[in-house]
Structure formats: structure tokens, C-alpha cells
């Protein structure tokens, strides 16, 4: 008959076995989904959206259609996987931020980190052009930004005591850092030409986080240039 210390070390090898076995397929599955985000995203970008096809996608990514639509609704739902991960990754970068630190600098920190570090900055700014060319990438959008501000208002709330249902504050300041981020990107990264570095949006960034914590005071008027 087996001991119980025999029988003790089975079990524990046999659940480290199903563990291991569930973290390898979870991770082929991120895989997969990243692969045919990746894709859908490229395509699109070369070729235009209107012209990519599902099955062309799923052929770059190495799958079958049949598993494209797996993951993903429709191409434009993949050509969106980047800025939805890119999202919950900065939900994530707040809720790990010092809870004492003041919320408007959280957020111009994770900012400014996604914007100077991220793997991703160069990918999302694709996907931002892209939705400029084509509108049906647009409500994939305003979709996934509903979803990241409900549960960035409720990591604020959590952090302040402030509900956002019946305090301004929450969404005020959310709102404001979101516009200094969107402020430096029609700046820099709408229009033809090359996609600038990082260093030139995160400064622009800074630029605006600044003047949000001077009250937006109406700076001088710009010299033009010219000589009398």
C-alpha cells in the first residue's frame, strides 16, 4: 500500500501538472488573440481596412477564419485589440500607484510611462490614424472607452471617496488628464508623415499637465516671426 507522504507528493504533482498545463493555454491563447490583433492592425494599415478580409487576417496569423472569429466579432473588433490592451494596462498601472499620491499626478504618470516605455505607444498610434481613415473603427472605440473610464472613475472613487454618481470630481480630473493625452496626440500623431518619438509627445504632454496645474491660463501671443 502507498504511504500518505507518497499519495501527499502525488496530488501536489498532479496539480502543478493541471496548472501548468492551464498557464500553457491561457498563454497560447493571448498568443493567438495578439497574433490576429497584430495582423488585422498591419493589414489594415497597408492596405486599408475596407480592403483587408477576415480570412486574410487570420491566414497572416497563421490560424484558420474559423478561429479568428474565436477571439474577435468582426476585423474591426481585431484591428482594436491593441488600444483595448493598451487600456486595461493603464487602468492597472493607476490601481498599482501609490494610493496616497494625488490622483492628477498618478495620472499624468502612467501617462507619460505608456507614452516614453510601452511596447505598445507605436501600435496604438497606428490604430489611432487608422480611425481617422476609417469611421467604423469608431464606435469599436468609444465602446472600449466607456468600459476603461467606468472602472478608471471607480479606481478613483476608491482612492478618494469621492463616488463619481454624485461627486463632479472624479470625472473632472479623469477628463482633464484624458485631454491633455488627446491634446498631445492631435498635435503630434493625426496627419500624413512619419509618426514622431516619444520624447516629443510625452513633452507636449508634460507641456499640457503643467498648464492644467497653472488653471490653463491664456499664455503671451506667440511671436510671428516677422521684422518690421
Partial sequence: ?????????????????????????????????????????????????????????????????????????????????????AMRDVITAFAGRDRTEPVLDSLESIMLDFVEASDDFFQVVTVVRLM?????????????????????????????????????????????????SLAAIELHVMGPGDIPSRQVVADSMRTGFQHLRDGLLQPGRAATGGTD
Avoid: W
Avoid at 153 to 178: K, S
Fill in 1 to 85: 500500500m502507498l504511504s500518505n507522504e507518497i499519495l501527499h507528493n502525488y496530488a501536489i504533482n498532479c496539480t502543478l501538472c493541471i496548472v501548468t498545463a492551464t498557464g500553457l493555454r491561457v498563454r497560447k491563447k493571448l498568443a493567438t488573440k495578439e497574433a490576429l490583433g497584430r495582423a488585422a492592425m498591419d493589414l489594415a494599415a497597408k492596405y486599408g481596412l475596407s480592403s483587408v478580409t477576415v480570412d486574410e487576417i487570420a491566414k497572416a496569423a497563421n490560424v484558420s477564419a474559423r478561429t479568428f472569429f474565436n477571439y474577435f466579432a468582426s476585423k474591426e473588433e481585431a484591428v482594436m485589440f491593441i488600444v483595448d490592451r
Fill in 132 to 180: 481617422a481613415e476609417h469611421p467604423t473603427l469608431v464606435p469599436h472605440h468609444v465602446s472600449l472607452q466607456d468600459s476603461a473610464t467606468t472602472t478608471m472613475l471607480d479606481e478613483i472613487a476608491e482612492r478618494t471617496g469621492h463616488d463619481p454618481r454624485a461627486d463632479v470630481y472624479p470625472r473632472l480630473v479623469f477628463h482633464a488628464a484624458q485631454a491633455v
